[in-house]
């Protein structure tokens, strides 16, 4: 009987996703340091070279890396696709967004055009080759639920991103920065955030929430139309930002409304869930949630401040995303050692809660969590932006502290061969 | 009419209650939660068996497939019965920290492992079993635990 042979059936080599996983936070510590050695001044405005890049190291060098990462092991679970050769695809993808990522964050900063030129080969051949194969895997998908809708809406609006993201460098390339730029790089952001991430997160929390929590499943209205709600809510934003500039409040307003009521929606269920434990992760939930409404309230009321506020409204959705995405890598990257030493054989593995030291997971929440609200009120007093950068800069170290414990367990499990127990198959056979 | 779809996703969620009262009782006492920690492992014995004995089989007879998508939720059945026999060990031993861990991995372990039979399997089998849909529904519920 080929043991190993059904679990690396179902689930792809561990190697996949946690290759993106281990290098994640590390572009947070980057972040972190970026924003220590910067002036408040020059972050304040959202087209700075400054903010652009640190924007960029967190949103592709830590989101998008854990996104796309954690797609080649939730899409078989959720939906039952399988990425084409898996092992290649995210190796090679993976060196190249690296190779991508640094060389653009440095080429920005530097105004080095060959860095630039690697940064978008890189980048452009690394995100379209994963988002390719992530598109082909949705296609075999026979059972198309509200999860599998989310997850194939966020993945159009991300070509789309990547897309507009090409052409963006291309203008420091070409030292071409027109007025046309300013209106890519404002759809760009806008579609990242909402089209991409916001969507991404909805189709999977339906699934996630009521499962994980045994919190109230979400209703058909929910499930059916929120994604659609908002999808067209920005295509709406598009053509208002387009050709009808005065009017783009309205576009903001729709997306925003549905946006806050899923925030507000995922406080109740989880108020509602029936599972008593109260861990980080769930704090992770909460905080996501009242960032995410705070940060679409001020979004629109940003319009009437002529958007003095976008980098606070940047904080606090990013600081919904970075929670979500935070709180889900806590639960799977145990889980997966878990899995994949236990259909391996080692029954002597410990538990998911023993491979994370409790209380470094909640000083790395405490800590991220003050980093972001010491960064919103450095608006006002910028001596705080030092403190909360460091302390942004610690969370981060923490957490890669406590991805990479789990992973020391599974390699020291393969390494040592603790107990090799082959009864729990046998007994399977003999119940066959 | 149930379909096995209905009627096996409705026996998962009605175990995930049993699951959540016995952490919410673990929460309190560990031995108060021994009880409804065996109750809790009996009903997943029994929805096992109704998959293994009953539609599982019924599905590799149909299709031909026994190293398929059976295989693998028979194996993460095994490794879940393991799971719970630990737990009960962590009751006797009035373990609280090994007995939430265990919870804790088994809930992930168990909640994977629906998706993965509501999104796949059972609409697979609704779909080649549809004409014997009622008779194995009736099988399942009238089966008596080995």
Not at chain 1, 13 to 31: D, E, M, N, Q, Y
Not at chain 1, 99 to 120: D, H, P, Q
Not at chain 1, 140 to 169: D, E, H, P, R, W
Not at chain 2, 86 to 99: G, L, T, V, Y
Request: charged content about 15%; proline content about 3%; hydrophobic content about 50%.
């Amino acid at each position: 009987m080929e043991l190993t042979g059904l679990s690396t059936d179902q689930a792809p080599p561990i190697s996949a996703p946690v290759r993106f996983f281990l290098t994640a936070p590390l572009f947070g510590v980057l972040a972190g340091l970026l924003i220590f050695f910067t002036d408040a001044s020059t972050l304040m405005n959202r087209y700075s070279i400054e903010s652009i890049v640190i924007t960029h190291a967190i949103t592709i060098g830590f989101l998008s890396f854990i996104m796309l990462g954690s797609m080649t092991q939730m899409l078989p679970v959720l939906a039952g696709a399988k990425m084409p050769k898996v092992g290649l695809v995210t190796k090679y993808s993976y060196i190249l967004m690296v190779v991508g990522v640094i060389s653009m964050l440095a080429g920005l900063l530097t105004s080095n055009t060959t860095l630039n030129i690697i940064a978008f080969i890189g980048l452009g051949s690394g995100f379209l080759i994963m988002l390719s194969a992530t598109a082909l895997s949705l296609k075999t998908v026979s059972n198309f639920n509200a999860t599998v809708k989310g997850i194939s809406t966020s993945i159009v609006f991300a070509f789309f991103i990547v897309l507009m993201g090409l052409y963006l460098l291309y203008s420091y390339i070409s030292n071409d920065i027109n007025s046309t730029h300013i209106i890519v790089a404002n759809v760009h952001s806008v579609w990242a955030v909402f089209g991409f991430a916001v969507i991404l997160i909805i189709g999977v929390t339906f699934q996630v929430l009521p499962m994980f929590y045994v919190a109230p499943k979400f209703k058909a209205f929910c499930k059916k139309r929120v994604v659609w709600l908002i999808s067209t809510g920005l295509i709406i934003w598009l053509l208002l930002s387009a050709f009808y500039e005065e009017y783009t409040l309205f576009g903001k307003l729709w997306i925003a409304m549905f946006v806050w009521a899923f925030a507000t929606t995922v406080w109740l269920k989880l108020s509602k869930r029936r599972r008593p434990i109260s861990d980080v992760t769930v704090w992770y939930w909460r905080s996501a949630s009242i960032f995410l409404t705070l940060g679409s309230f001020l979004w629109i009321f940003d319009e009437y401040f002529k958007h003095e506020y976008i980098v606070m409204v940047a904080i606090l959705i990013g600081g919904f995303i970075l929670s979500i995405i935070i709180g889900m890598l806590y639960k799977i990257v145990p889980f997966l050692v878990w899995f994949h030493l236990n259909a391996m054989g080692y029954m002597s593995i410990p538990t998911i809660n023993e491979m994370i030291n409790k209380r470094v997971a909640q000083a790395q929440f405490i800590l991220f969590i003050a980093s972001l609200i010491g960064f919103i009120f450095s608006f006002y007093m910028p001596d705080l932006l030092k403190v909360s950068a460091l302390s942004f800069t610690i969370s981060m170290i923490l957490l890669e502290y406590n991805v990479i414990a789990p992973v020391l367990v599974y390699l020291k499990t393969k390494k040592t061969k603790p107990d090799f127990d082959m009864s729990m198959f046998e007994a399977q056979k003999e119940l066959r | 009419m149930n379909t096995i779809k209905e009627f096996l996703s409705t026996d998962h969620s009605r175990c995930d209650e049993i699951f959540a009262v016995m952490e919410e009782k673990a929460g309190d006492s560990l031995a108060d939660a021994k009880v409804v920690c065996q109750e809790f492992k009996d009903e997943m014995e029994r929805h096992f068996q109704m998959e293994e004995r009953v539609m599982f089989l019924e599905f590799e007879t149909k299709t031909g497939m026994t190293q398929g998508p059976t295989a693998m939720m028979r194996q993460e059945h095994a490794q879940m019965r393991t799971l719970m026999q630990q737990m009960i060990e962590a009751i006797d031993a009035n373990n609280k920290d090994k007995f939430f861990g265990l919870s804790e991995t088994l809930m992930i372990l168990l909640q994977q492992h629906n998706m993965k039979e509501e999104q796949m399997l059972y609409p697979m089998a609704q779909q080649h079993l549809a004409a014997d849909s009622e008779r194995i529904v009736s099988m399942m519920e009238s089966l008596i635990v080995e």
